[in-house]
């Protein structure tokens, strides 16, 4: 017994005495000699997009972002009919930030489904810092969901499409859209923007109903439905009619038809140059990503190929794809302590621009009504507008 307890306390004392021999391993330093900083904390940042079907631009945009961030950039699609599929939604954005390095999540479009979404985020990660752009829900909801809300000023585009097409000859004005569409705030607020515009301008308004591209027939049915349906409106309102949709899925027929009928396209639901143009009319930017100005020069020139210019026009400014690149910068200063509150106005401004390349815009925060008729406004709910350029 008295050589066991002898043996416990010699190794007791040979671990005490290893302890007190042990020193802590000196800082790394710098070339200059200086201690090196410590290591970043580690994090990275969820991008949520449809897939190229329904929202190409974002979809590309996560890409070009992944491929710029390798090493914190983690990406996901939400289903293409996400309006039945909204627990798919749901999980998917709850799938992205189960990972515990995810300290922000970027989602564009954020479509219906997106607040029940950000609600559970909230739940699960309350730390996360949630920006989502292009909205598909009410403003008073999504504002007091998410941390940050971009988008397009939808709102004074009402005046600035009708204007701009009148510009471009136009003396007609279709609204293609849908009853799902018409239930969002804003774009049934800007449809009667239209309406009253058009009116003031001389415009003849037409209000036409197109299939929902969620709905049975689904996208390839609604792109079907354009395709012959611009030719019935031309024969009817004559070539200077002026082509507006409210679904992204649809811009690419509506664009090769409206050329073909040599009718007016003044914007995209999201204005951008690479918003169905490429696909519409053939371009190839492989090689070319990310250069806006060969892009506008190759519209141009295939506009002109078949007797379009001066009737087709959109913004400079790729807004989808500026709010992922922004969104990601913005998480990422966030997460590096270089922007320390989740709402810096004058950072998201800054960044917006920079990912425009520089482009003018005026940036706003959201006044309006919410469901009782009340005012409310949100100062992280940004309203973005820029000008245009014709093709």
């Excluded at 950072?347 to 919410?370: F, R, V």
Aim: aromatic share 8%; with cysteine; proline share 6%.
């Amino acid at each position: 017994m008295i050589k066991k307890l002898l043996a416990l306390f010699l190794a007791v004392a040979m671990v005490l005495s290893l302890a007190a021999c042990a020193k802590p391993a000196p800082a790394a330093e710098t070339a200059s000699g200086e201690p090196a900083p410590a290591e970043a904390n580690k994090f990275k940042i969820a991008v949520y997009t449809g897939t190229v079907s329904q929202g190409e631009e974002e979809f590309r945009a996560g890409e070009k972002m992944a491929a710029k961030y390798p090493d914190i950039i983690v990406t996901q699609t939400y289903p293409d009919n996400f309006t039945k599929e909204q627990e798919t939604v749901i999980a998917n954005a709850l799938a992205l930030v189960s990972d515990p390095d995810v300290k922000a999540l970027v989602m564009v479009q954020s479509v219906p489904g997106a607040c029940a979404a950000f609600e559970k985020v909230r739940e699960a990660r309350p730390d996360v810092l949630i920006i989502g752009g292009v909205p598909g829900e009410d403003p008073d909801m999504i504002a007091k969901k998410a941390d940050i809300v971009l988008q397009g000023d939808e709102l004074a585009m009402g005046y600035a499409i009708p204007a701009q097409a009148k510009k471009l000859g136009a003396k007609a004005f279709v609204h293609y859209s849908f009853p799902r569409h018409m239930s969002y705030p804003l774009l049934s607020q800007r449809r009667d923007i239209f309406k009253e515009e058009c009116a003031k301008l001389d415009l003849k308004f037409v209000d036409a109903t197109a299939p929902d591209p969620t709905g049975d027939a689904g996208l390839p049915g609604a792109q079907q439905f354009i395709l012959e349906d611009v030719p019935r409106k031309v024969a009817e309102l004559g070539k200077d009619t002026n082509f507006f949709s409210t679904n992204c899925g649809m811009q690419e027929p509506l664009i090769k038809s409206v050329l073909e009928q040599g009718a007016i396209y003044a914007q995209q639901c999201c204005p951008s140059p690479y918003h169905a143009y490429p696909g519409a009319l053939g371009i190839d930017v492989k090689g070319h990503e990310g250069d806006v100005e060969y892009l506008i020069g190759e519209i141009k020139t295939k506009i002109a190929e078949k007797g379009g210019t001066g009737r087709f026009s959109t913004w400079p400014v790729p807004i989808n794809m500026m709010f992922v690149e922004a969104g990601v910068e913005y998480a990422k200063a966030w997460c590096e302590g270089t922007i320390t509150s989740v709402n810096d106005g004058e950072a998201l401004k800054k960044l917006c621009s920079e990912a425009a390349g520089g482009a003018e815009m005026t940036i706003t925060t959201y006044t309006g009504k919410d469901k009782d008729g009340k005012d409310v406004s949100f100062d992280n709910f940004y309203m973005i507008l820029s000008d245009f350029i014709t093709f």
